[in-house]
């Protein structure tokens, strides 16, 4: 497959370059973009969060800077950037310094493997889904660094609670990713991307998502991607009406910014690897005849899904920190463990079309792909069973919490209110 | 003059790879130093973390990408997590400074003198070799 460096290459080879330079030069520049995608990225991001949020509490949001406040975050980095940087005098210089800087590198790592388009993908790592899992721990590193090296009590705590969250929510998304790499049989990226095309009358409708397939996979995934990005419900480790910062409290100014920056880039890149492993990636119609369409496609999947967590973030509460424990450790990783369990027994179901030499599957039957929906479908069923079950408990407790005691039982719900 | 070109021949550029694996190898080395050298407990187990990422740097030059992934999923992940929540969780020892020695030096001597001695074996057994080579030639 033709990558994306190629054409750069022959470009400066046809300058006279010589090749390894080319090659590198070529790289460079690509490693560059990238790194300056992300910062400019989250300027976009924050606008859009501030402005959607207005808009769902009924406000109407930065306006004031530039044409519609389009300037705002602009602005506000600023601001950031130009402040006085402070360190307490207690802190530890080497891990003070550290952590923040390691937050957003391990961050930006996840835009190398990304597939964005056909052909369009920094490197296509053959281990590309597990990379994408352990960029994870250099978030829970520099999190844990930060909150001790503040020497604050609170910010410690609040490292711990962190690593608590991010620890127990890894392991569901990281299996609920590996449902759609075991129908695959790679972990690469842009293999994963190619395999969700669904050929109709020899055209590529490019509708063969997974999120179609595999819709229990899907929601355990989203769900356990809202904790990792900490976003709400899951958000308790900021919680800013009733907690401190969290981990971050000590830091000012572009340490602060470089955290801020890390969250809003990791929630959306967790959207954006959801759009890749469920929804498609790049595929959509029209895309095998124009492949930048496929660009278009990804950038408008992935800020769907990012609109979506904003959605969630304008609407739901947040849930305490032992409710969110029993929900990834007592309901999504035993449905998970079940899901591939199911999916490995799934995929031996005969009716798949075996390579005559090799006997590895060239095509699975239409009985394997019932198989694994009719899986996924229980998995879903439960978890919104269970989540249902919880909202109606949710909704009698407070209702019972807010009435008087004497008038349990006989006050009716009003018509009024 | 000739004898040590011939034991360390060395490239007049080095390449891509040896470019790379210098400073990685510096860098695992020094963090690994520092893992016994520094004196507070935290900052070894982060110089740990960083001597398990440049062991995986290492994997990952070597082309084994599934070992150096593997490698910082369970080691960097998994255990140094653990090493530093249970440092972070004894009391007292999260900013206190511990000893850098204790009362092993005769062992480290006696360590030192076995591995110099192999060592010095090796350098001699290479060098006549090579001597006997040249002589052949």
Request: hydrophobic letters at 55%; charged letters at 10%.
């Amino acid at each position: 497959m033709e990558i994306w460096s190629s054409g750069l290459t022959h470009l400066l080879t046809g300058l006279g370059l010589p090749e390894t330079a080319a090659v590198i030069i070529a790289l460079a520049i690509g490693a560059f973009v990238l790194a300056n995608v992300g910062p400019v990225l989250a300027l976009v991001l924050i606008l859009l969060l501030r402005k959607v949020i207005s808009r769902m509490q009924d406000r109407i949001g930065p306006n004031r800077v530039g044409p519609f406040g389009l300037l705002q975050t602009v602005a506000d980095a600023l601001k950031l950037l130009s402040k006085e940087d402070i360190r307490p005098a207690n802190a530890d210089a080497v891990a003070y310094f550290l952590a923040p800087i390691l937050s957003v590198f391990g961050v930006i790592l996840s835009l190398g493997v990304m597939a964005v388009a056909p052909g369009w993908i920094g490197v296509d790592l053959n281990v590309g889904v597990l990379f994408l899992t352990a960029l994870g721990s250099i978030g829970i590193m520099s999190a844990l660094m930060a909150g001790w090296s503040s020497n604050n009590k609170y910010a410690l705590l609040a490292g711990f609670r962190v690593v608590a969250q991010l620890l127990s929510y890894e392991i569901p998304m990281v299996l609920a990713m590996f449902v759609p790499v075991l129908l695959v049989g790679s972990m690469r990226l842009g293999a994963l991307s190619a395999a969700q095309s669904l050929t109709i009358f020899g055209f590529n409708t490019g509708l063969g998502w997974f999120g179609f397939l595999m819709p229990g996979a899907f929601l355990i995934y989203f769900i356990s991607a809202l904790a990792e990005g900490e976003q709400t419900p899951f958000d308790l480790l900021e919680a800013e009406s009733e907690l401190i910062a969290g981990f971050h409290i000590e830091y000012s100014g572009m340490k602060f910014a470089m955290f801020f920056l890390a969250q809003f880039l990791n929630s959306f890149f967790l959207g954006a690897i959801a759009v890749m492993l469920f929804l498609g990636g790049y595929q959509g119609p029209f895309v095998d005849q124009i492949p930048l369409l496929g660009f278009v496609y990804f950038v408008i999947k992935a800020f769907g899904v990012y609109l979506l967590t904003i959605w969630i973030k304008g609407t739901f509460p947040r849930i305490r920190v032992d409710q969110m424990m029993a929900f990834a450790w007592k309901v999504l990783v035993p449905l998970v463990l079940a899901l591939i369990l199911w999916q490995m027994i799934a995929l031996k179901l005969p009716g798949a079309t075996l390579d005559p030499v090799t006997g590895d599957v060239l095509q699975y039957g239409f009985l394997n792909y019932i198989a694994v929906f009719a899986g996924n479908l229980v998995v879903l069923g439960v978890v919104s069973n269970v989540l249902m079950n919880h909202f109606k408990r949710e909704k009698m407790r407070t209702k019972r919490a807010f009435e008087p005691k004497s008038l349990i039982g006989v006050m009716q719900p009003s018509s009024g209110d | 003059m000739d004898i040590i070109q011939q034991l360390f021949p060395l490239p007049p550029i080095p390449t891509l790879q040896q470019a790379v694996f210098i400073p990685l190898a510096l860098f695992t080395a020094v963090c690994a130093l520092l893992v016994v050298l520094s004196p507070n407990l935290f900052h070894n187990a982060l110089a740990l973390v960083g001597t398990l990422f440049g062991v995986a740097g290492i994997y990952a030059l070597l082309e084994a990408e599934f070992l150096a992934i593997s490698q910082i999923l369970v080691y960097v992940w998994s255990i140094s997590t653990l090493i530093t929540f249970a440092i972070m969780l004894s009391r007292g020892m999260m900013f206190g400074a511990t000893s850098k020695t204790n009362k092993q030096a005769g062992t480290a001597i006696d360590g030192i003198v076995v591995i110099g001695f192999i060592g010095w074996c090796n350098f001699v057994s290479a060098r006549s070799k090579l001597d006997v080579s040249i002589a052949v030639a």
